[in-house]
């Protein structure tokens, strides 16, 4: 046998220890045989916009705190909330009793450098941790 026969075999029994130990290596365990993976179910939000347009500000004061800033401009109130990696920003008008409630929503980053997340993001995450 020439150095090509022998350089062949140590080729092939070198691949043939690489596929076994390939084979061995697993990153997650397979799913019984017939059965398909389970799928986490996505995570429930915390908080919707149901929670948040039409409510009045006693119950939005209830529900995430005292707001970080309230600044009135003609008959709206802007407040902000803020929330776990978010602001939640809150427009009320009175309604036809006079009781103030929340007619727009929307949101922004923490930081400058982020950017902002849609309301509803935001509310999913619900409140900041202290």
Same mark, same amino acid.
């Given at each position: 046998m ?5 350089v062949?075999r140590?080729? %092939? ?5 690489? !596929? ?6 697993? *990153?997650? #365990?397979?799913?019984? +045989?017939?059965?398909? #993976?389970?799928?986490a179910?996505?995570?429930k939000?915390?908080? /919707? ?7 009045? *500000?006693?119950?939005?004061? $209830?529900?995430?705190? /005292? #707001?970080?800033l309230? &600044? &009135?401009e ?5 407040? &902000?909330y !803020? %929330?776990?990696?978010?602001? %939640? ?11 103030r &409630? ?7 980053? %923490?930081?400058s *450098?982020?950017? +902002?997340? +849609?309301? $509803? ?10």
């Open positions: 020439g150095v090509n026969g022998r062949n140590a080729m %092939l029994a070198g691949l043939s220890f690489l !596929t076994a130990v390939a084979g061995c290596a697993s *990153t997650k #365990p397979d799913a019984p +045989s017939g059965q398909a #993976p389970v799928i179910a996505p995570k939000p915390v908080f /919707t916009l149901a929670d948040v347009i039409g409510r009045r *500000t006693d119950e939005l004061d $209830e529900k995430f705190g /005292t #707001p970080a309230i &600044r &009135r003609g008959p709206g109130e802007f407040r &902000r !803020t %929330l776990a990696g978010c602001a %939640l920003i809150v427009i009320t008008y009175p309604s036809e009793n006079g009781e &409630r929340a007619s727009h929503v929307s949101a922004s980053a %923490l930081q *450098t982020e950017a +902002s997340p +849609s309301p $509803e993001a935001c509310l999913a995450r619900g409140l900041a941790q202290p």
